[in-house]
């Protein structure tokens, strides 16, 4: 029952051929499908077909589409090569495809508002960029890319790496800036950007100011009651998202349903006002009372935070730029207001640090694969653990970022005094972007 399982017939895309081909076409069928108001399309993720083995980087790759489709359901014909499941796959591989999964579970809230939005409009979740901008010529030319609700712009890759990287070219409409979400880069809409990306990471962009419902490290779906991590992503827009729920159990969803409104509002100071509503509407089961958190993306570390008037702790996560508010679990009915005071000289976060910053953790934990005895000497030490540091002394923010930064500027000198040369500096500079 509920959404997705009554208010579209589910299309299944049977005896795909395992192929970057097949792949390569499926992001511009899933779209399209929208067209002749086909919403809720499955294809077989990984492919059904025609291989007895399965290629680890082509499977995530179509994992990595299937998290931002309407439907996320992996198969294969019967044959014992074709094991899809994340632990038959090597640590690394299994690690990313977890982390798909968990990402698709979080974004649940946000995939179930914009399933009744497609009820309510007969607009799919995925559809083809003209739907939005029926006026500009990339609109129809790329034709794998397409926007994922009304906040989300996904450009699959479809096409082995190259030294273990990908490159992609984008369009990014004008009208708003776009949040590139494996890097933590804001980039100007109005332009096509080449981009690059490492196997864990794929092309997913956040309109600027974006509020999005998420949940947290949940195990199932079976309730509506999970607390509900209120993500806003950085752009100086004053925005809203309508969070929906309904009972999900049944066909009483046309009628019986709540919206909460979440809100963001900036103001000339730079400080920041997020609003969760009172929540309007009702369900059957419908909890009286719900956790919230909020989340603030590529965050600097604020000077205060109050919770409906009261100053109140914070947890900040160094590695992610990420500012992490608990909410007290409160009655649904009323609204909840969290006000963010910044410093004047706070840094800004989004030229793409929270990328340099994870590539260099990779990078220095593949070196000692490589090499066990190695002792990353200074500067080296400081920059991988310059993440780690901002969490534990949140106050230092701004020196840790500065040091970061200029030391990332003299990269290949800083390797050539660890003692990290040749083929191993080359692919450490390649990968550290």
């Not at 086909?38 to 007895?52: E, P």
């Not at 009655?331 to 969290?338: A, G, L, N």
Request: hydrophobic share 35%; aromatic share 12%.
């Amino acid at each position: 029952g509920g959404l997705g399982n009554h208010r579209y017939q589910i299309g299944f895309s049977g005896d795909a051929i395992i192929s970057w081909k097949s792949l390569d076409f499926q992001p511009y069928y899933n779209s399209t499908a929208s067209n002749v108001l086909y919403g809720y399309w499955s294809h077989d993720i990984g492919g059904h077909m025609g291989a007895d083995s399965i290629n680890p980087e082509m499977y995530i790759r179509w994992m990595q589409f299937g998290a931002f489709s309407p439907v996320l359901r992996t198969h294969s014909t019967k044959n014992a090569g074709l094991n899809k499941e994340p632990w038959v796959f090597a640590d690394k591989e299994r690690d990313i495809i977890r982390n798909i999964i968990k990402q698709r579970y979080s974004l649940a809230p946000y995939i179930y508002a914009m399933a009744r939005h497609a009820y309510d409009t007969g607009v799919s979740l995925c559809r083809p960029m003209y739907y939005d901008y029926p006026d500009t010529k990339e609109a129809y030319s790329n034709r794998n890319e397409y926007m994922f609700g009304d906040n989300f712009l996904v450009y699959p890759i479809t096409k082995p790496m190259n030294n273990g990287v990908s490159e992609q070219n984008i369009w990014l409409p004008a009208g708003c800036d776009w949040y590139e979400l494996s890097s933590g880069t804001m980039l100007k809409g109005g332009q096509n950007v080449e981009r690059r990306f490492l196997l864990d990471e794929y092309p997913v962009y956040i309109k600027a100011g974006s509020i999005i419902p998420q949940y947290g490290d949940v195990k199932n779906l079976r309730n509506n009651d999970e607390a509900v991590t209120v993500t806003v992503y950085p752009g100086n827009v004053n925005t809203q998202f309508d969070m929906y729920e309904d009972n999900g159990n049944d066909k009483q969803y046309a009628t019986a349903y709540a919206t909460t409104l979440l809100s963001s509002t900036h103001s000339a100071d730079g400080s920041l006002c997020v609003k969760i509503g009172a929540r309007k509407g009702e369900y059957s089961g419908m909890p009286s009372r719900r956790q919230f958190r909020l989340k603030l993306v590529a965050s600097a570390v604020p000077e205060k935070v109050t919770v409906d008037g009261k100053q109140t702790d914070f947890e900040y996560d160094g590695n992610k730029l990420s500012l992490l508010v608990n909410i007290p679990e409160t009655d649904c009915s009323k609204e909840k207001v969290v006000e963010i005071s910044y410093a004047k000289d706070a840094p800004v976060l989004t030229d793409g640090l929270i990328g340099k910053l994870r590539h260099i953790q990779q990078n220095c934990v593949a070196m000692k694969y490589r090499n066990p005895a190695i002792v990353f000497a200074e500067p080296l030490g400081t920059m991988e653990s310059a993440g780690i540091a901002m969490t534990y002394n949140p106050e230092k923010q701004k020196q840790i970022v500065e040091t970061f930064r200029t030391n990332y500027g003299s990269l290949a000198d800083i390797l050539k005094q660890n003692g990290i040369e040749g083929e191993d500096a080359k692919k450490f500079m390649d990968t550290s972007f």
